[in-house]
């Protein structure tokens, strides 16, 4: 069955830098768009990125635009963020979860399968 | 960036039909397909509906429709382990984005 398991999350001091991972298994990864959701604590769900099925295009939240970067490895079946400059109000868990749509430009937004999520702590 | 909104809060008894309401515009629900989540206690969120399908495994009590620059996700006969937080989420053009709607907590009562 469908798989995502993210990793890389921890604790950073604001200004810093942090990748996360997301490793995918039970389906073609190579055919699949994937997002990245992040949820503060005690806040609701935001929508942070998504990556087409072949990395050529990328869609990105104004929040993060700029700082954050989506990218994937599809030899690995594996999803990374990178986030730089971090700030204190990107504390969240970070969910990868990939699209139902195969082989779609920017996806259908029906996020079909959700990881475990992984928390980032960016604090002094 | 939540260009989505819905009801802070909805409470009804066992077996109650209930609800929700997602209120965006043009450039999102008026134009492209609404997808909603459950997510209880926090946990990882789950796929209720997307359009007017939803994934195996969910229980049929749940619909969903859209009207205009509203959609609705109703539950027919609440259910206990229906207690969670739920999301309408839809692509936005304007945006060139995805947008989550502010969540809706529904408490049994």
């Known amino acids: 069955q469908v798989q995502l398991v993210e990793s890389g999350g921890g604790v950073v001091q604001p200004g810093g830098s942090l990748r996360l991972s997301c490793t995918a298994s039970?389906?073609?990864?190579?055919?699949?768009?994937i997002h990245w959701v992040r949820q503060a604590p005690g806040e609701g769900l935001e929508w942070v990125a998504f990556?087409?099925?072949?990395?050529?295009?990328?869609y990105y939240a104004d929040s993060v635009k700029g700082r954050f970067t989506i990218s994937r490895n599809n030899s690995k079946s594996t999803l990374y963020l990178q986030m730089n400059s971090l700030r204190a109000e990107d504390t969240a868990v970070y969910y990868c979860?990939?699209?139902?749509?195969?082989?779609?430009?920017?996806?259908?937004?029906?996020?079909?399968?959700w990881g475990q999520g992984t928390l980032v702590i960016v604090s002094s | 960036q939540s260009a989505l909104t819905q009801e802070a809060s909805v409470s009804g008894t066992v077996g109650q039909k209930v609800t929700l309401s997602c209120t965006g515009n043009s450039n999102n629900i008026g134009s492209y397909a609404v997808a909603w989540y459950q997510q209880i206690s926090h946990g990882a969120p789950k796929t209720l509906m997307f359009e007017n399908s939803q994934p195996s495994g969910v229980p049929d009590r749940f619909s969903s429709s859209k009207s205009g620059t509203t959609a609705s996700l109703t539950i027919s006969g609440l259910q206990p382990e229906d207690e969670a937080d739920y999301y309408c989420s839809t692509w936005d053009y304007s945006l060139s984005a995805y947008v989550f709607g502010t969540g809706t907590k529904v408490t049994v009562l």
């Open positions: 990556i087409r099925y072949d990395g050529s295009n990328k």
């Open positions: 039970g389906f073609t990864f190579i055919n699949f768009g």
């Open positions: 979860a990939k699209d139902r749509a195969i082989q779609s430009t920017r996806g259908s937004g029906y996020l079909h399968s």
